[in-house]
């Protein structure tokens, strides 16, 4: 069962924070009950959430805070100033409701890119089991015609989410069996069009320029499409990967963030300098493996999944 309630992503975001928490952030709790904090207690503080992979532009700021709040043994409480400064960050790029418009065209399409490896394939199959979930209706395009894997891949995750996958066969053109989502989307009313697509680099021309077909296909049949381009992100990469990221989304004209494994990372705090480098909202977070474990981005739950130690 999905979780909609506030408290239940809470919980989620626990969950994939677990590893975080265990490995960086487990020592910051007797710090942040602290009230009053010297000089070697604020290093080490800094240094958590540095090991944390917060970003300097994120713990900077908070640490010239705490340090000028205790100046005179002022009390603090460092745990609402740490949530306060990280919210202010978080929701300079709050996420767009995924939702389809209640006026104008009705289907929607989402087009995922990336690199290989992070998981692209199987958060599509999330996300269409996601908005199935809520009721939606959704069709599945098999997009990566270089992997007959991925479109194998698709197709269970189609039989396992009730929702039509329409494929190629190996080798096929991206281009033209995106257009045949697209068109057949369209003439049932289908609410969601989610494409797959080949993981590439924002580095290789040509599969920079397949993206582009894929969407003047698409522009053929709904004029503004792709609705959305969302990038999806291995948060196991930590900071290393966001200068590849920030190219990416540049040249693919991406409009919103998935994270994927955050689950699997000890880096979980990489979420902030993500939103502040590449300047786009998150939309939904991986946080295991599960079919449920896609989760919408909500910055207050992040936050309080993060400092719940």
Request: without cysteine; proline residues 4%.
């Amino acid at each position: 069962m999905y979780v909609g309630l506030f408290g239940g992503l809470i919980d989620k975001f626990k969950q994939g924070l677990k590893r975080t928490q265990e490995q960086v952030l487990a020592p910051m709790g007797r710090l942040l009950g602290l009230r009053r904090l010297d000089e070697a207690q604020l290093e080490e503080l800094e240094d958590l959430l540095l090991q944390a992979d917060l970003g300097v532009k994120a713990v900077d700021p908070l640490m010239a805070r705490l340090r000028r709040e205790l100046k005179g043994g002022t009390e603090v409480d460092a745990k609402a100033i740490l949530k306060e400064e990280l919210l202010k960050l978080l929701r300079q790029h709050p996420a767009r409701p995924f939702e389809v418009p209640r006026t104008g065209e009705v289907t929607q399409v989402v087009l995922l890119v990336g690199v290989n490896g992070v998981g692209k394939t199987t958060t599509l199959g999330k996300l269409a089991a996601f908005l199935q979930a809520r009721g939606e209706g959704v069709l599945v395009v098999a997009g990566d015609t270089f992997r007959a894997a991925a479109i194998d891949q698709l197709e269970r995750w189609g039989e396992r989410a009730g929702v039509p996958v329409i494929r190629n066969h190996m080798g096929g053109d991206p281009a033209a069996i995106a257009f045949d989502g697209a068109t057949s989307a369209r003439a049932k009313g289908t609410p969601w069009v989610l494409i797959d697509t080949a993981g590439r680099m924002h580095t290789k021309d040509h599969l920079m320029k397949e993206l582009d077909k894929i969407r003047r296909s698409l522009q053929k049949v709904i004029p503004a499409a792709p609705h959305r381009v969302l990038l999806v992100l291995d948060a196991t990469t930590g900071q290393n990967g966001l200068k590849q990221a920030e190219a990416f989304a540049l040249a693919a004209g991406v409009t919103d963030l998935m994270l994927t494994k955050l689950d699997g990372s000890a880096k979980g705090g990489v979420v902030v300098p993500i939103l502040d480098r590449l300047k786009l909202p998150i939309a939904f977070v991986g946080v295991g493996e599960g079919v449920d474990d896609l989760i919408p981005f909500d910055a207050e739950a992040f936050v309080d999944g993060l400092l719940d130690v």
